[in-house]
């Protein structure tokens, strides 16, 4: 199975001040098909898991630009620009290249 | 609007059984892959199964092959989890959630296992 790795697990952060946190699978998520499969999810308290970003690099409908994706191969990154209250919550990877044996990161937990 | 309704979570025994579904609207149900996701505070996020769209092929995880059993209702609009042989690490709150992308995810239903 590939193995997604994501540091920090804990990130405190300051309101208005930008956040980044990281990603790392075990195996290239570089598709036969050209793409690659690595999705971003925000998870609030008490809430599902909601898709903030696909393939690397794209914002699901109604996210925020402040949210940014980007990486290739086996290290990606997911950025906000300028944290919000709302932002509070836990962020996972997702590698899907593999469908359909999805894995997931531990999941950073995003603080103020 | 896509909307994913889980239902049928709640308290079993050890080696009971349990079926879990997923109402599903607001995009042709039949055409995309669906797959069943569990989360516990341990474990985090776990793939249990998926089915694929229009030919239905299955896949589970090695945790659940041979007990779990995904199969799903064109005509219902739904989608099934049957569990058997139910043991205390399946307890977890199960999502449903649609497509090989996972762009949309139910509410969740949660299964206790305990004696």
């Known amino acids: 199975d590939v193995v997604m790795t994501q540091s920090p697990l804990s990130l405190p952060v300051t309101l208005g001040q930008p956040a980044s946190f990281s990603c790392r699978s075990s195996?290239?998520?570089?598709?036969?098909?050209?793409?690659?499969?690595l999705s971003w999810f925000q998870q609030r308290p008490g809430q599902s898991p909601r898709r903030l970003i696909y393939?690397?690099?794209n914002r699901d409908s109604g996210v925020p630009d402040r949210f940014s994706g980007s990486g290739s191969g086996t290290d990606f990154t997911l950025k906000i620009s300028r944290v919000e209250a709302e932002d509070v919550g836990l962020y996972y990877c997702m590698q899907g290249t593999y469908w359909p044996l999805w894995t997931f990161g531990q999941g950073t937990k995003v603080e103020i | 609007e896509v909307q994913l309704l889980e239902s049928g979570g709640g308290l079993i025994q050890p080696g009971g059984s349990l079926r879990l579904s997923c109402a599903a609207s607001g995009f042709s149900f039949s055409t995309y892959a669906m797959s069943w996701v569990r989360q516990t505070p341990g474990k985090g996020l776990e793939w249990v199964s998926s089915?694929?769209?229009?030919?239905?092929?299955?896949y589970y995880a090695d945790s659940v092959k041979g007990r779990f059993t995904i199969s799903r209702d064109i005509s219902k609009n739904t989608l099934y989890l049957q569990m058997s042989s139910l043991r205390v690490e399946d307890t977890a709150l199960y999502y449903c959630?649609?497509?090989?992308?996972?762009?949309?995810w139910g509410q969740g239903t949660l299964v206790t296992v305990s004696s």
């Open positions: 089915i694929s769209g229009r030919d239905n092929i299955t």
């Open positions: 959630a649609k497509g090989r992308t996972s762009d949309s």
């Open positions: 393939k690397v690099s």
């Open positions: 195996q290239s998520l570089v598709h036969s098909d050209g793409n690659t499969y």
